[in-house]
C-alpha cells in the first residue's frame, strides 16, 4: 500500500496492479487522464518512475482488453 495515497485499500472495486514499462512522467500524465476516461474506472494510480500502475474500475463497464489497450496504444509493456 502506498503511504502517500492509501492506494491498495478497496472499495468493493475490482483492483489490478500493473508493472508498465517505458513510462515518462508525461506519459503517465496522460495514460491516466486516458484511463479515468474510460466507462467504469473510478480510480488510477501510477508511479511512473517505478512502472507501479494501480486501477480500480467496474468490469461490468470497462473490459481488462480496453485498459490494456491504453498501454499498447502507446507502446507501453504491461503486466499484471
Known sequence: MCKECGCGQTNGNTRLQ?????????LSKAVEKTLLGLP??????IHWHE?????DYNPSKTKLTDI????TD????AAL
Do not use: A, D, I, N
Request: net charge negative; no cysteine; hydrophobic share 40%.
Open 74 to 77: 502507446r507502446q507501453l509493456e
Open 51 to 55: 512502472g507501479e500502475t494501480t486501477v
Open 18 to 26: 500493473f508493472l508498465v514499462k517505458g513510462y515518462t512522467e508525461e
Open 40 to 45: 467504469g474506472v473510478l480510480y488510477v494510480h
Open 68 to 71: 490494456l489497450k491504453v498501454f
